[in-house]
């Protein structure tokens, strides 16, 4: 069975300080993704990856900066957390193919507040 | 980018009872994709639909993708309570590209 494991369930920061959510996953999977889920907007993408190294802006991104340095670990960065990015995080990853589904498995999520 | 108009928000029913709910798009998917996310966990991939006209089974569940390629409905016959959940509609472009409805919230009555 895929696993994805996210580092924490619940945190709570400060504003203003620096956060670090990890995400693994350990089969082996190229695409990497982090959403966050608010209610009544479903799940919006911050960001992806589809290689070691490799980032692609979501439709979200502003506040937020990733980092892939092994393939099966994706972390998402808050550099200044600020209240309005209290919510829950989610990271899912995929098998890349061409032109074909492949579903996306996703994390527990990372339940994060910032006061 | 797309928006995914999904209905209902919320659903209060009595267990045995059918449940129906939409997704719908101004733009085209080539899958639509139904997930459920269980309290405090992440969403689990129930139904994949690939082409237009397609119906699909999965147990209880039913989801068909429209023709127009624009929309696709779940069914589910004679909830129980486990089917508490939130249940979100997903179109997907291609391999990195997936838009998500906004869930709709299940809550079923014994």
């Known amino acids: 069975d895929v696993k994805v494991t996210q580092s924490s369930r619940y945190l709570v920061k400060r504003t203003g300080e620096k956060v670090f959510l990890e995400c693994v996953q350990d089969?082996?999977?190229?695409?990497m993704f982090w959403y966050r889920q608010d209610p009544g907007l479903g799940l919006r993408l911050i960001y992806f990856?589809?290689?070691?190294?490799?980032?692609e802006k979501g439709d979200i991104p502003e506040g937020y900066s990733v980092s892939r340095e092994k393939k099966e670990r994706f972390s998402l960065i808050l550099e200044s957390a600020s209240t309005n990015q209290t919510s829950m995080y989610l990271c899912?990853?995929?098998?890349?193919?061409?032109?074909?589904?492949?579903?996306?498995?996703f994390g527990p999520g990372t339940r994060l507040t910032v006061l | 980018g797309q928006q995914l108009n999904q209905s209902p928000q919320s659903m209060f029913i009595q267990e045995g009872e059918d449940v129906s709910m939409n997704c719908t798009s101004s733009?085209?998917?080539?899958?639509w994709l139904w997930y459920k996310q269980d309290p405090g966990e992440g969403p689990v991939l129930l139904i994949a639909?690939?082409?237009?006209?397609e119906l699909t089974s999965n147990g209880r569940l039913t989801a068909q993708f429209g023709i127009t390629r624009k929309d696709s409905f779940l069914n589910i016959s004679a909830s129980i309570p486990s089917d508490v959940g939130i249940y979100f509609c997903?179109?997907?472009?291609?391999?990195?590209?997936?838009?998500f409805g906004a869930g709709t919230r299940l809550t079923v009555k014994p």
């Open positions: 733009s085209i998917f080539n899958t």
């Open positions: 639909l690939y082409k237009a006209g």
């Open positions: 089969m082996d999977h190229e695409n």
């Open positions: 899912a990853s995929s098998l890349r193919t061409s032109g074909s589904f492949v579903t996306q498995y």
């Open positions: 997903a179109g997907q472009l291609d391999n990195n590209d997936m838009r």
């Open positions: 990856s589809y290689d070691v190294k490799m980032k």
